[in-house]
């Protein structure tokens, strides 16, 4: 089965309001990489944590490699905060491999 | 900030005709990777290499074939272009170094094969 299960699969918020974004492992990880994928397909690195938690703006990831799961909150989200998000996680196989969940389509209204 | 560039941007190209998507990156990284993204999926890793001459077997390489031809350049070659192989696709690069995971991303390149 995946190794990296996203949920949910699509979110929809009012500007203002928030939300979380998870990803659970079936295995150990070493690191995780959040992106947002933007409106012309460009993917913009959000976040890269090999433990704890860390915070830009209205954005905060958290990653837990021992309960095998990592979290990206959205704070008062904006319009701009629309597109899909994915995250990546490194396994313990040393191959400096991303493993990747298979997105959160994430769309902010009026 | 690490440095990755893809062209062409977008491609359009008829089954079974020939496509070389290319990747430059210009931060000295040792791993290159060629990943595809369609809609409900995520990244699926395509061929990568740690280094000039090295090439890896990704997760999805049937029709693909890869070339590090410099620790700068990654090539991406689909030599009888199938309408499956419609996708976007990225190159990121990594420093492959320690325990550092992190991979820096190109732009995309959007190929439709009709």
């Known amino acids: 089965g995946d190794q990296v299960e996203q949920s949910p699969s699509a979110l929809s918020l009012h500007e203002g309001t928030g939300s979380a974004l998870r990803c659970n492992f079936t295995t150990t990880m070493r690191a995780v990489q959040w992106f947002r994928k933007n409106s012309r397909g460009s993917l913009i690195n959000l976040f890269y944590l090999a433990s704890g938690t860390k915070e830009n703006g209205r954005l905060k990831s958290a990653f837990d490699s021992k309960e095998r799961y990592s979290t990206l909150h959205i704070r008062d989200a904006q319009l701009e905060d629309s597109g899909t998000y994915f995250c990546?996680?490194?396994?313990?196989?040393?191959?400096?491999?991303?493993?990747f969940g298979s997105g959160t389509q994430l769309t902010v209204m009026p | 900030e690490a440095a990755v560039t893809q062209s062409p941007r977008n491609k359009v190209t008829v089954t079974g005709g020939n496509v070389t998507l290319s990747c430059r990156q210009t931060n000295s990284h040792n791993y290159m990777y060629w990943y595809r993204q369609d809609t409900g999926h995520g990244l699926r890793l395509i061929h990568y290499s740690y280094g000039a001459g090295n090439l890896q077997i990704g997760d999805v390489p049937d029709g693909y074939k890869a070339t590090r031809t410099t620790q700068e350049d990654f090539f991406l070659l689909l030599e009888l272009a199938s309408p499956s192989q419609t996708s976007l696709y990225f190159c990121a690069s990594s420093p492959g170094l320690g325990d550092s995971y992190e991979q820096y991303f190109g732009p995309g390149t959007r190929l439709t094969v009709l």
């Open positions: 990546a996680a490194g396994a313990s196989s040393g191959s400096w491999q991303l493993i």
